[in-house]
């Protein structure tokens, strides 16, 4: 009875309704199109590559609205926590949906809203079938697998490719031209195969493993199986981690401040996620696991070993065991003798677990542990505002983190500790004031000498380190067209970022 009453509700529905939904699946969708406009002027340069990638496989496997978990709903950043929540009590009060015209009676659920929703997002009442042929028979019929190709050169000749006219001239090793190629396999709730190379201008095709280039110069592979028993997921490979709001662990697609105000200032935790980024740095590269203790724990369990770049230095007056370096290179550019040399000199390992406890659908409860280890000592330089930077070879984090959901407000928070004993915390909440406007509200403080290595939580500066901050947003629906949006934003610094003469240079630019 149940679904009949159900379906008397819905009839005027349809009649009113079916230009709107019969057009949303006739027109083209344009994916680029739907980025932009959702995250335009961003404030500062944010990786589109993930979230682009991520979507994809949304819109060629929609999610099932019936059965998709609250943490990958929220990872579109189209729907809000509070609208989440109305969703799931309507299925759980009402039944399983029986057609997309129905989430217009849901609370929340405006114009707008579905209309950014209906590319990624199906109607099944029933579970889907587990295929249970063998594996590798399922990755060749997998008719979701794509290749990449890019080719990409400046025509003007620069001087780093030309002839050099004496020895103490430095010039490129390879061409100019920049190659990357991405292939990449994926059945989303069962397997991902993925195989990314790049070689930027200046670089070298070669092999020579006395400096650890094999061919391209940077490979990135990953092979996740997901729901093998009580393993939700297992990754080899590259991978990313994303618990809490990001303090220890940020992954993939991370949105500043911008266009959208509300949607993303709560991170979701997403866990563990296969990495194929051309970004040769941020990653983590070896195991992972997630396991389900029971219905309400969940356990992930990592381990990483990566080789990043550095310029190893031999303290004055010692022997050569006793090299450091100042700061990880970022640049993933090896061009020159210098970059080449300091290619893969540093061995980061990191080994971690979290705990994730979700008692209820309203509260979920986690807490993180992570162990890193140089097999150099990281000693930064002696300026004002490098006092504060971490030192040594070995780091230990550890942090507590939670949502919770009541009467329409969506409650957030985490706070971490550093083996220095530095602190970091970030709390907020999101609030559909009405059905057309929406209100977000965030503290952070990092303190001076908070030291994490994966962390991008909400923040002003790249690093959560050295601020403290209040935020709030609005955003109001006009119509399905127009909506008005603003932010406020006050941080402040305990101490220095800057050298006096970086500080001087911006004085100058103001």
Excluded at 259 to 272: D, H, K, M
Aim: glycine share 8%.
């Amino acid at each position: 009875m149940k679904h009949v009453r159900k379906w008397c509700l819905l009839i005027p529905i349809f009649l009113s309704s079916y230009h709107f939904i019969q057009a949303q699946t006739n027109e083209h969708f344009d994916l680029e199109s739907f980025v932009e406009d959702l995250f335009n002027a961003q404030e500062a340069g944010i990786p589109y590559e993930d979230f682009y990638e991520s979507l994809l496989l949304l819109y060629q496997n929609p999610l099932n609205l019936n059965s998709i978990s609250n943490e990958r709903l929220k990872n579109t950043y189209i729907l809000s926590s509070i609208q989440i929540e109305h969703l799931q009590t309507y299925i759980i009060e009402k039944g399983k949906l029986i057609t997309l015209y129905e989430l217009q009676i849901i609370e929340g659920f405006d114009y707008v809203t579905i209309q950014k929703l209906l590319p990624f997002v199906v109607v099944d009442s029933k579970e889907a079938d587990n295929d249970d042929r063998p594996l590798f028979k399922r990755i060749l019929s997998e008719r979701n697998n794509y290749l990449i190709t890019r080719y990409k050169q400046v025509l003007e000749k620069r001087k780093g490719y030309t002839p050099a006219h004496s020895p103490d001239e430095t010039r490129y090793a390879g061409s100019p031209a920049q190659i990357y190629f991405r292939y990449r396999i994926a059945k989303p709730g069962d397997f991902s195969f993925g195989l990314t190379a790049e070689k930027d201008a200046g670089e070298a095709i070669v092999w020579d493993s006395k400096t650890k280039r094999y061919g391209m110069d940077y490979w990135s592979f990953h092979f996740m199986l997901e729901r093998q028993g009580e393993f939700r997921r297992v990754i080899i490979g590259d991978y990313q981690l994303q618990f809490g709001q990001g303090l220890l662990f940020g992954a993939g697609f991370s949105v500043g401040k911008g266009a959208e105000t509300i949607n993303t200032v709560q991170r979701v935790s997403l866990g563990i996620r296969p990495y194929s980024s051309v970004l040769e740095s941020g990653f983590m590269r070896g195991i992972t696991a997630n396991y389900s203790l029971s219905d309400k724990i969940n356990i992930t369990a990592f381990y990483s070993r990566l080789k990043q770049d550095a310029n190893l230095k031999i303290v004055e007056g010692s022997s050569a065991e006793d090299e450091f370096f100042s700061a990880i290179q970022t640049s993933g550019f090896h061009r020159t003798p210098i970059e080449i040399i300091n290619k893969r000199r540093v061995t980061e390992q990191m080994q971690g677990i979290n705990i994730a406890y979700l008692p209820t659908r309203q509260l979920s409860l986690g807490s993180t542990i992570v162990f890193s280890h140089f097999d150099f000592p990281l000693i930064p330089g002696n300026k004002p505002y490098q006092f504060f930077e971490f030192r040594g070879k070995t780091n230990i984090n550890g942090s507590l983190y939670g949502d919770f959901n009541w009467q329409g407000f969506s409650f957030f928070g985490e706070a971490a500790i550093s083996e220095s004993g530095g602190m970091g915390g970030v709390i907020g909440l999101v609030k559909n004031l009405s059905s057309r406007l929406g209100f977000a509200f965030i503290l952070r403080s990092y303190q001076k000498d908070f030291h994490t290595f994966r962390g991008t939580a909400f923040g002003e500066n790249s690093r959560n380190i050295n601020e403290k901050g209040v935020y709030w947003g609005f955003k109001y629906t006009l119509n399905r067209k127009l909506q008005l949006m603003a932010y406020y934003d006050s941080f402040s610094f305990q101490w220095t970022r800057l050298s006096i003469q970086d500080q001087l240079q911006s004085s100058v630019k103001c």
